[in-house]
């Protein structure tokens, strides 16, 4: 089995925790050129007409979009199972699911656009990371709701929902938003980081994040094509950052997604 990543993906991470939580043995690699639009390695490229990570390979089996690949892991190896037993959790689990990977995610990369990638910078950087951070905020109070008293946002024990928080509260720790101290989500993070599915694809994310000091000279360069889709230009845009999009559009170092123009 092979999986299509990127370490600093949230996607892929939530992939691999459940591989790893299932015990499933599988190989990585990294597409060339992703970012860039342009990508032809084979055979990610024909798989996804969207050319992202996570994309799987099983066999002859070819899936993208982490909420697929993670369904079809749950249907192909249900022991153990990720999502809880009943109706009314299952749906719980996928909604906080939802929220990340749409409302949270786009939040996290809005960061990284400028961080990693320096598209603003000055009283416009600060203006969008304020943003930032009080969106960041409204999110953690809304999932430290969906925690209540329980250790665990997928019912009796780590699963499914626990999974799909984990790369996006810890992204958010990464850029200096994490909960408060001794708060109950960040007691929440401390739990999962001793998991060893968790922790290894922690560490692998921590080397990917210590590696993107120069990713704003490689965007000077033409080596990215960042995808500016639904949610994350939302986020640009209702952030303060319109004139970043602007500014991509004209110097052709951002793209829209699939099928393009
Ligand atoms: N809905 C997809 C989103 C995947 C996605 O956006 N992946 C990003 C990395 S975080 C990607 O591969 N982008 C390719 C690019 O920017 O060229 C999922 O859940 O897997």
Redesign the pocket.
């Known amino acids: 089995m092979l999986l299509y990543e990127?370490p600093?993906?949230?996607?892929?991470q939530?992939?691999k925790i459940a591989l790893r939580e299932k015990g499933i043995d599988f190989a990585v690699e990294l597409p060339k050129a992703?970012?860039?639009?342009t990508?032809t390695t084979a055979p990610f490229a024909a798989a996804n007409p969207?050319?992202?990570?996570?994309t799987l390979i099983d066999g002859d089996t070819r899936i993208?979009?982490?909420?697929?690949?993670l369904e079809y892991l749950e249907d192909k190896w249900p022991t153990p199972p990720l999502l809880p037993a009943s109706p009314a959790a299952r749906a719980k689990a996928r909604m906080i699911e939802e929220i990340c990977?749409t409302h949270y995610?786009a939040i996290n990369?809005g960061l990284g656009e400028i961080r990693f990638f320096r598209r603003a910078e000055g009283a416009l950087a600060e203006t969008m990371a304020a943003a930032a951070a009080r969106q960041t905020a409204a999110i953690q109070a809304w999932l430290a709701d969906q925690l209540g008293l329980g250790d665990w946002f997928n019912g009796d024990a780590f699963g499914w929902a626990d999974l799909a928080v984990a790369p996006y509260l810890n992204r958010s720790r990464y850029f200096d938003l994490a909960p408060a101290s001794g708060s109950r989500l960040a007691r929440w993070l401390e739990r999962i980081r001793d998991r060893p599915s968790v922790a290894r694809t922690f560490a692998e994310f921590q080397a990917a994040a210590d590696a993107m000091g120069d990713a704003y000279k490689r965007l000077a360069v033409g080596s990215?094509?960042?995808?500016y889709?639904d949610h994350r230009l939302e986020w640009m845009i209702k952030s303060g950052g319109i004139q970043v999009v602007l500014d991509g559009l004209s110097n052709n170092n951002i793209?829209f997604s699939w099928p393009e123009g």
């Open positions: 990127h600093l993906s949230s996607y892929v939530k992939v992703l970012g860039s639009g990508t969207r050319v992202e990570v996570p993208f979009d982490s909420t697929v690949i990977d995610e990369w990215y094509r960042r995808e889709r793209r």
